[in-house]
């Protein structure tokens, strides 16, 4: 069974740093593009950006270039979301997600999903 | 980038009665067109891909249907579970763009 776990709720000021995971089990996971999607509260979904963990091939959306970084580590079937200096309108539920083709296409729909990771900035 | 636009952005529909989404691409997509549902406190789900296959489990009453820029998500008999938000996603040409969604509510 294809699963993708992420790591706990997190509560952070303003300016920290922050990283998140996602780990992938039941599947060839360097085979798999990897997303991380945005949905902020009470708002709709927003595709961050993406890695191929075979290579850590990453291309991110221009609203989020320069913003975060997408990192893999294949070894233990990890991606990774981090931040350098947290802002509070960063406050939002982070899933990953992913694409489906089992190749090096981007062109595929989203096949599985993350439970999520709430991640809440406030000073 | 290609924009999905979803309507309406709220639909309210009485239990057993058919809901019908839509979603409209600013360009062609062909039929590379995806729905997702999510409920409330839960992570997005696959119902459909390729503008009209259910994916693995989903009820028969799903059904997805269009091609080129114009989509249908239909919902024959609605079941409490069913209310819900709705997301459609083009995979045509990257950045595979979501749509805003579509609010299913009870009437």
């Given at each position: 069974?294809?699963?993708?776990v992420q790591s706990g709720a997190e509560?952070?000021?303003?300016?920290?740093?922050?990283k998140i995971s996602c780990r992938?089990?039941?599947?060839?996971?360097?085979?798999?593009?990897?997303?991380?999607?945005?949905?902020?509260?009470?708002?709709?979904?927003?595709?961050?950006?993406?890695?191929?963990?075979?290579?850590?091939?990453?291309?991110?959306?221009?609203?989020?270039?320069?913003?975060?970084?997408?990192?893999?580590?294949?070894?233990?079937?990890?991606?990774?979301?981090?931040?350098?200096?947290?802002?509070?309108?960063?406050?939002?539920?982070?899933?990953?997600?992913?694409?489906?083709?089992?190749?090096?296409?981007?062109?595929?729909?989203?096949?599985?999903?993350?439970?999520?990771t709430?991640?809440?900035?406030?000073? | 980038?290609?924009?999905?636009?979803?309507?309406?952005?709220?639909?309210?529909?009485?239990?057993?009665?058919?809901?019908?989404?839509?979603?409209?691409?600013?360009?062609?997509?062909?039929?590379?067109?995806?729905?997702?549902?999510?409920?409330?406190?839960?992570?997005?789900?696959?119902?459909?891909?390729?503008?009209?296959?259910?994916?693995?489990?989903?009820?028969?009453?799903?059904?997805?249907?269009?091609?080129?820029?114009?989509?249908?998500?239909?919902?024959?008999?609605?079941?409490?579970?069913?209310?819900?938000?709705?997301?459609?996603?083009?995979?045509?040409?990257?950045?595979?763009?979501?749509?805003?969604?579509?609010?299913?509510?009870?009437?």
């Amino acid at each position: 069974e294809v699963q993708l776990v992420q790591s706990g709720a997190e509560v952070k000021k303003p300016g920290e740093s922050l990283k998140i995971s996602c780990r992938g089990s039941g599947y060839s996971f360097t085979k798999y593009w990897i997303a991380w999607v945005r949905q902020m509260p009470g708002k709709g979904l927003e595709w961050m950006g993406i890695i191929y963990p075979g290579d850590s091939d990453t291309r991110y959306s221009p609203s989020f270039q320069g913003q975060v970084t997408i990192t893999a580590d294949k070894s233990i079937n990890t991606a990774y979301l981090q931040w350098g200096g947290l802002k509070t309108s960063d406050t939002a539920m982070y899933y990953c997600a992913r694409l489906g083709s089992g190749s090096y296409s981007l062109l595929y729909y989203f096949d599985s999903w993350g439970q999520g990771t709430l991640v809440t900035v406030s000073s | 980038e290609i924009v999905m636009t979803q309507s309406p952005a709220t639909l309210s529909v009485s239990p057993g009665e058919r809901a019908t989404l839509s979603c409209r691409a600013s360009q062609s997509v062909t039929n590379y067109l995806a729905w997702y549902q999510q409920k409330p406190g839960q992570a997005p789900r696959l119902l459909i891909y390729d503008a009209s296959n259910r994916a693995t489990g989903i009820p028969a009453r799903f059904s997805g249907s269009g091609s080129g820029t114009d989509f249908t998500l239909t919902i024959s008999s609605l079941q409490s579970e069913d209310f819900a938000l709705y997301y459609c996603q083009h995979y045509n040409k990257w950045p595979n763009t979501f749509g805003q969604g579509t609010k299913l509510e009870i009437k």
